[in-house]
């Protein structure tokens, strides 16, 4: 807690693990029950220690009365689930966490609530909490009620619940979900099904005063935990400061890379040059935001399978290409999100019903994805040049992103300090290119740290043997030059010369 500050600042390395707390892993023989919070704090922390996650994220942990909303049909706002313990259990949870250096982000729902007669719908006989007209109070997509932001009290429940959980639970963030369907009062909605506000606008003024409000509240109190907005649209400075014009968030998710990485790396690699944009472009608005990158939940579920399931070609192309797409992840600006299950390539989508398959870690084919992740959460932490200008243009520049025929990335991350670059170029097809050249910015020994093509993680060995020296042949721009071999549907990383991960 007393250092919390420096672990969730803009310029630290953030790495999430978004999990489900009851699907995570299973007692099969009692029932197939979930764990409880207690089981959870035997073995998660040192699982995400192990593997060099940052950050825990849980999908909705409030009081819910139907397990497979997953949580996001909350009623209890002030209630942990008792599907796992006590509130003392979940305390202990958090606190073993904590004691491993593993930041707690809770998935947070003021956006709807569901229609249980329990719950807050109809609470007092009358419209409480919801709007009484339909076309306001009722949210389609999900078949939930919608928060009335306009009156003094639901705000003042709503932000109590919040700060409840960083006072309480001693959460380190929150991650508030669809926030998109607050800011518009025709999201989801045709012609006549909703009502303007007072400008004749679609905006929803109040939801937007209500979010600013939060946040303000939040880093008042607590100026070093985080927020999060699931925010799917081009909607501006979501997290930028309230007093800026902003919604006062601290990051925003990068839906748009994530749908376009996804529909990318599940094309044929032979067709991949016709959309070699979807690579490049999220360059254009990189910076507008402070982004996450995630590959969460709502990728790996109602029939679109798995990550390791989107990506084409054979069994040995499908494991490359999903390294690949991972590192490429990691050698983007800006913070990162993973989906359990995904950190070994699970094959089946994620079901709340069952366990993560971890039993595919007795194939090396799975361990090598694994240990890739392992490793790529290292150096992420490691080096300064892949987190701490996540949000500056100053952190980033293209090499080369214009090799569209071969379909070949070159890119470089730096750090505050001059001698603080990595070098990162990714092959996204399945043919091994010798003699490619591209530019470095310094002469000298380029040390290949990572590979994702080398065989322990699974791939061909295809490789430079251990780096190679950048020569005074000036190419794309710059006053050096190397020759690399690239490994077939791999990520290479080069670091700058007289520095050691």
């Keep these: 807690m007393a250092s919390r500050h420096t672990r969730n600042a803009l310029n630290a390395p953030i790495s999430i693990y978004e999990m489900h707390l009851g699907s995570w892993k299973r007692v099969l023989e009692e029932g197939n029950r979930s ?20 950050h825990v994220e849980f999908l909705p942990i409030m009081d819910h009365p139907f397990f497979g909303s997953w949580g996001y049909q909350t009623t209890g706002y002030f209630a942990s689930s008792g599907c796992y313990g006590t509130p003392q259990d979940l305390m202990f949870l958090i606190d073993e966490l904590h004691r491993h250096d593993i930041g707690v982000i809770l998935d947070w729902v003021p956006s709807h609530f ?29 078949g939930t009620m919608v928060f009335n932001y306009s ?30 369907s607050m800011l518009y009062l025709d999201y989801s909605r045709k012609e006549r099904e909703w009502i303007p506000n007072q400008y004749g606008g679609r905006e929803n003024l109040e939801a937007i005063a209500f979010l600013r409000r939060l946040n303000e509240a939040v880093f008042e109190d607590y100026p070093d935990v985080q927020t999060f907005a699931e925010e799917s649209t081009a909607w501006p400075l979501v997290s930028r400061p309230t007093y800026a014009g902003g919604l006062g968030f601290g990051m925003k998710w990068d839906m748009g890379w994530m749908h376009d990485m996804l529909e990318y790396m599940s094309q044929d690699p032979y ?43 054979d069994h040995w192309q499908k494991f490359a290409n999903l390294r690949l797409l991972f590192g490429y992840m990691y050698a983007q600006p800006g913070k990162k999100l993973l989906f359990m ?13 069952s366990t993560v398959e971890w039993e595919l870690l007795q194939d090396g084919r799975h361990g090598g994805v694994q240990q890739w992740i392992t490793d790529l959460n290292r150096l992420y932490r490691n080096e300064p040049a892949l987190y701490e200008r ?81 020569v005074p042949i000036p190419h794309h721009g710059r006053t050096h030059s190397i020759t690399l071999t690239l490994p077939p549907l791999a990520t290479l990383y080069f670091m700058h010369p007289g520095r050691s991960s």
């Design 35 to 54: 764990l409880t919070y207690r089981e959870l704090a035997a073995t998660l922390p040192q699982y995400l220690q192990q593997i060099g996650f940052t």
């Design 390 to 470: 996540d949000f500056i243009p100053a952190g980033f520049e293209w090499v080369d992103c214009t090799d569209v025929g071969s379909s070949v990335i070159s890119l470089l991350r730096k750090g505050k300090s001059t001698d603080e670059a990595m070098l990162i170029v990714c092959n996204f097809t399945p043919v091994p290119r010798p003699n490619y050249r591209i530019g470095a910015p310094y002469g000298g020994f380029w040390k290949e740290v990572l590979n994702s093509d080398a065989t322990h993680y699974g791939g061909s060995r295809w490789g430079n043997h251990g780096g190679i020296k950048a």
């Design 341 to 353: 299950g995904g950190e070994f390539g699970q094959r089946r989508e994620w079901a709340h019903d």
């Design 114 to 142: 569901p229609t249980d007669g329990h719950g807050l719908s109809f609470f007092d006989g009358t419209h409480l909490y919801e709007h009484a007209d339909p076309r306001q109070g009722f949210q389609p997509d999900w």
């Design 151 to 180: 009156r003094n009290e639901v705000r003042s429940f709503l932000i109590s619940g919040a700060m409840f959980w960083l006072d309480m639970y001693h959460a380190d963030g929150l991650r508030v979900d669809a926030v998109a």
């Design 271 to 313: 067709f991949r040059k016709y959309h070699h944009y979807k690579l490049t472009f999220r360059m254009l608005y990189a910076f507008h935001e402070n982004f996450v990158l995630p590959l969460s939940h709502d990728e790996v579920v109602y029939g679109k399978g798995s990550l390791l399931g989107k990506m084409p070609g």
